[in-house]
C-alpha cells in the first residue's frame, strides 16, 4: 500500500488559491489518487480523483507530474466553508483496503 | 453521487451494554464496506474489512469478539460494539466501493458513539 505524506496544517486568507502537496513516492502502476475532504463529526466527502497530468472539477483541481510521486490538490478561491481537514488517498482500488494518512488541516481567516 | 446511509448518528449507550451500527449503501450494490473508528483531531484508522456473504477481515490489533461485524445483503453491513466500555467511546466511520465505480470510497456520515 502507498504511504502518503502531506504537511500536518496550512492556513489562508478567504479568496486566495491553496494548494495542498502529498507526497507519494512508492505510487504503484494500478494506483489512483483521490482527495477527500472532511469536516468534524462527518464522514470524508469525494473531492477529486486522477492518474495522471490535470484534472479539474467544479470544487478543485488536482495536478499529478509525469513519474506521479506527488500530487497537488488546488482550492480556488477559497472561504471559510472550505475549513476542514483533506485527506490524500492512493490506491488501486477494487476491494483493497486504504490507509488514511495524517491528513492537512486546512484553517481559512477571514 | 453515491449515498452510504449510516445509522444512528449519534449513541449514548451504559457501560456493559451492547451496541450496533448500520451502513447502507442507497442506490447501489456494495460487495465491500470498510469500517473506521476516528479519534478527536485523528486521522481514521481501518478497523475491519466487510465482504458481502462472508467473514470480515480485522487489522491487527482490532478485537473480532469486540467489534462483530456483519454484511449480510450487498446494501447492509453492521457493526455491534459488544459489552462497551468508556474506552470504545470513538467516532465510528463506514464506507463502501462501488459495484461500477471501484476507484471511489463513499463514506457515511459516522456515528459518535459515548459510553458512560
Known amino acids: 500500500l502507498a504511504k502518503t505524506t502531506q504537511p500536518i496544517s496550512m492556513d489562508s486568507y478567504e479568496g486566495q488559491e491553496v494548494n495542498i502537496t502529498c507526497s507519494h513516492n512508492?505510487?504503484?502502476?494500478?494506483?489512483?489518487i483521490t482527495w477527500y475532504q472532511q469536516f468534524p463529526s462527518q464522514g470524508p466527502r469525494f473531492i477529486i480523483q486522477?492518474?495522471?497530468t490535470k484534472v479539474t472539477n467544479e470544487v478543485a483541481s488536482l495536478f499529478i507530474p509525469a513519474d506521479r510521486k506527488s500530487s497537488t490538490l488546488s482550492l480556488p478561491r477559497v472561504s471559510l466553508s472550505d475549513t476542514a481537514v483533506y485527506y490524500c488517498?492512493?490506491?488501486?482500488?477494487?476491494?483493497?483496503?486504504?490507509?488514511f494518512g495524517t491528513g492537512t488541516r486546512l484553517t481559512i481567516i477571514p | 453521487g453515491a449515498v452510504v446511509s449510516q445509522h444512528p448518528s449519534r449513541v449514548i449507550c451504559k457501560s456493559g451494554t451492547s451496541v450496533k451500527i448500520e451502513c447502507r449503501s442507497l442506490?447501489?450494490?456494495?460487495?465491500?464496506m470498510f469500517w473506521y473508528r476516528q479519534f478527536p483531531k485523528k486521522s481514521l484508522m481501518l478497523m475491519a474489512t466487510?465482504?458481502?456473504?462472508?467473514?470480515?477481515?480485522?487489522e491487527q490489533g482490532v478485537e473480532k469478539d469486540k467489534f462483530l461485524i456483519n454484511h449480510a445483503s450487498l446494501t447492509l453491513s453492521t457493526l455491534t460494539v459488544t459489552s462497551a466500555h468508556p474506552e470504545d467511546s470513538s467516532f465510528y466511520i463506514c464506507s463502501a466501493t462501488h459495484h461500477t465505480e471501484h476507484e471511489k470510497l463513499f463514506f457515511g456520515s459516522g456515528t459518535q458513539l459515548s459510553v458512560l
Open positions: 512508492n505510487i504503484a502502476t494500478n494506483d489512483y
Open positions: 486522477g492518474y495522471k
Open positions: 488517498l492512493v490506491g488501486g482500488w477494487g476491494n483493497e483496503k486504504l490507509t
Open positions: 466487510s465482504n458481502e456473504g462472508s467473514k470480515a477481515t480485522y
Open positions: 442506490d447501489f450494490q456494495a460487495t465491500t
